[in-house]
T-cell receptor, first 117, second 113 residues
Framework: GAVVSQHPSWVICKSGTSVKIECRSL??????MFWYRQFPKQSLMLMAT?????????EQGVEKDKFLINHASLTLSTLTVTSAHPEDSSFYIC?????????????FGEGSRLTVL | AQSVSQHNHHVILSEAASLELGCNYS??????LFWYVQYPGQHLQLLLK??????LVKGIKGFEAEFIKSKFSFNLRKPSVQWSDTAEYFC???????????FGTGTRLQVFP
């Protein structure tokens, strides 16, 4: 099946620094990627929808200036957590749609655990 | 607004017991429905999905789910669970108009030998 890879899988940073997380579709082209945040023992919260070549669409309550999303190619989307604070510590998961359109199946990355000290 | 609710937060079963996990969604338009599983320390995996056609869908590892449109439900079932089914299960709904995949709160399943 289609593979989505995230990097890094685990990152620790100091408060105030910025962290970039990459999401790659390894064997397919993904016109749409989604970024989720998962708190411990909770569900996945959709943060934003990323379409290749255009600006990301953020969900209500998600700060676009804090969580910068770039989808520069059909196989890569990045999430940058700017000026990270301890409350940004979480598990970030990306997913990619295999085909264009509504019926394309989503595939998920392994997730990236961010810890802000 | 689109939402998904899973009523069972934590389910504990013995091996060979039958399983049914509830999932209800609120959205009046056309939807695609999914069940995902997250084993401890692993990423999300698709168990099964419903797009159209037969409302009873079969997935991997003996799981099945039934879409009941009138009840806005998509319950997950398995006749006989195994210890290896211990995991977190998420129901998710993708609405055509919003093109977003929204997840339920998840159900933690523990199966004891």
């Amino acid at each position: 099946g289609a593979v989505v890879s995230q990097h890094p899988s685990w990152v620790i940073c100091k408060s105030g620094t910025s962290v970039k997380i990459e999401c790659r579709s390894l064997d397919f082209q993904a016109t749409t990627m989604f970024w989720y945040r998962q708190f411990p023992k909770q569900s996945l919260m959709l943060m934003a929808t990323s379409n290749e070549g255009s600006k990301a669409t953020y969900e209500q309550g998600v700060e676009k200036d804090k969580f910068l999303i770039n989808h520069a190619s059909l196989t890569l989307s990045t999430l940058t957590v700017t000026s990270a604070h301890p409350e940004d510590s979480s598990f970030y998961i990306c997913s990619a749609r295999e085909r264009t359109g509504y019926t394309g199946e989503l595939f998920f990355g392994e997730g990236s655990r961010l810890t802000v000290l | 607004a689109q939402s998904v609710s899973q009523h069972n937060h934590h389910v504990i079963l013995s091996e060979a017991a039958s399983l049914e996990l509830g999932c209800n969604y609120s959205y009046g338009g056309t939807v695609n429905l999914f069940w995902y599983v997250q084993y401890p320390g692993q990423h999300l995996q698709l168990l099964l999905k419903y797009f159209s056609g037969d409302p009873l869908v079969k997935g991997i590892k003996g799981f099945e789910a039934e879409f009941i449109k009138s009840k806005f439900s998509f319950n997950l079932r398995k006749p006989s669970v195994q210890w290896s089914d211990t995991a977190e299960y998420f129901c998710a709904v993708n609405a055509r108009s919003t093109d977003k995949l929204i997840f339920g709160t998840g159900t933690r399943l523990q199966v004891f030998p």
